[in-house]
Nanobody
């Protein structure tokens, strides 16, 4: 069984920084696309940053220049560094990955349970 577990969320003042982490575990053969999404109360889940391939990254316009997505495939980890946090960044942040499990002919989509980020003075 595959699991994605996020960590690193919390309460931070405007202008502060956070580093979110996501660990993938289970019967994993290969991980392709990975990304971070967020959902604020009453809003739809939206993409924050993602890997479209092992090296190609895409960022939401609001996150460009102040966030960095990175991955360590050996450790099956995904990271998101966010600087200059704003109250509008307040949301639950979710990790997503497309994962091949051993013996599976195709990848499946997995989501973590989310980690809360609250930006407030």
């Amino acid at each position: 069984q595959v699991q994605l577990v996020e960590s690193g969320g919390g309460f931070v003042q405007p202008g502060g920084s956070l580093r979110l982490s996501c660990e993938a575990s289970g019967n994993i053969s290969r991980i392709n696309r990975m990304g971070w999404y967020r959902q604020a109360p009453g809003q739809q889940r939206q993409m924050v940053a993602r890997f479209d391939s092992l090296v190609t990254t895409v960022y939401a316009e609001s996150m460009k220049g102040r966030s960095t997505i990175s991955r360590d495939d050996a450790k099956r980890m995904l990271y998101l560094q966010i600087n200059g946090l704003k109250p509008d960044d307040t949301a639950v942040y979710f990790c997503h990955a497309e994962i091949w499990t051993d013996g599976s002919p195709r990848s499946q989509s997995y989501w973590g349970q989310g980690t809360q980020v609250t930006v407030s003075s």
